[in-house]
């Protein structure tokens, strides 16, 4: 059956990675599966028939078959339990693997979210310039948290994993801050990410969509 997922018609960061349909791409480039993507407008996301797939009007959604998917947690780890390549085959360490992508998602991402919110659309209040540091600070307490575990290991429970690819989608989210250079273990382990095979190819489908389209105006 051929795997249906849908993208931004225009991404809001230019197609440098950081829409949530990159970690898509990537888990589907890893597990060696093709699939097609569906450019939907934001105006379309709110429209009754994207929202039979995605019931809050985001992206992505995965489609195969009968079977709709949304929440990118949700799509790699059908993805990562459908298909090798993204979870060890030992039982115990399937469970790690499948612990550190709900940390990634449930632990380091909701600070690194908040970081853009305080920025952008709380830029503008008159408490802004006391709130920011307060979620820097708490980005930096996770950071130093993950980078004490993870070490000098290239990845953080042995081989390469569904965990790996969320954890370093959600630390790519830093990269525009600076915050994430304060923490070269952690860097490092982002560009091992980056410089997978899989991950290429992911991000240079969804650059290849928006560099063909020029900025407005």
């Known amino acids: 059956m051929t795997v249906v997922i849908t993208a931004f018609e225009r991404s809001p960061d230019g197609g440098k990675g950081l829409a949530r349909d990159t970690r898509v791409r990537w888990a589907l ?10 450019l939907v407008s934001f ?6 028939a994207h929202l039979r797939l995605h019931p809050f009007g985001q992206i992505p959604t995965y489609e195969e078959g009968d079977l709709t998917l949304f929440e ?4 790699v780890l059908h993805l990562a339990q459908r298909h090798a390549g993204l979870l060890p085959s030992d039982a115990n360490a399937r469970a790690r693997a499948i612990s550190w992508m709900f940390a990634a998602l449930n632990t380091v991402e909701p600070p690194i979210l ?3 919110i305080a920025k952008f659309q709380e830029g503008d209040k008159p408490w802004a310039n006391e709130r920011l540091p307060l979620v820097e600070d708490r980005i930096r307490h996770r950071l ?3 980078s004490a575990r993870l070490g000098d290991a290239a990845w953080l429970d042995g081989a390469f994993s569904a965990g790996d690819l969320m954890m370093v989608s959600v630390l790519l989210r830093l990269r525009p801050s600076g915050i994430l250079d304060e923490f070269p273990g952690l860097f490092a382990y982002v560009a091992r990410g980056e410089a997978r095979p899989a991950y290429q190819r992911a991000f240079a489908a969804q650059w290849a969509i928006n560099a063909a389209k020029p900025e407005a105006g």
Request: proline share 4%.
């Open 114 to 116: 908040d970081l853009t």
């Open 144 to 146: 130093v948290q993950l």
């Open 72 to 75: 990118t947690g949700a799509i």
């Open 43 to 48: 105006s379309a996301m709110k429209q009754p």
């Open 29 to 38: 480039e890893e597990a060696g599966q093709t699939y097609e993507v569906r």
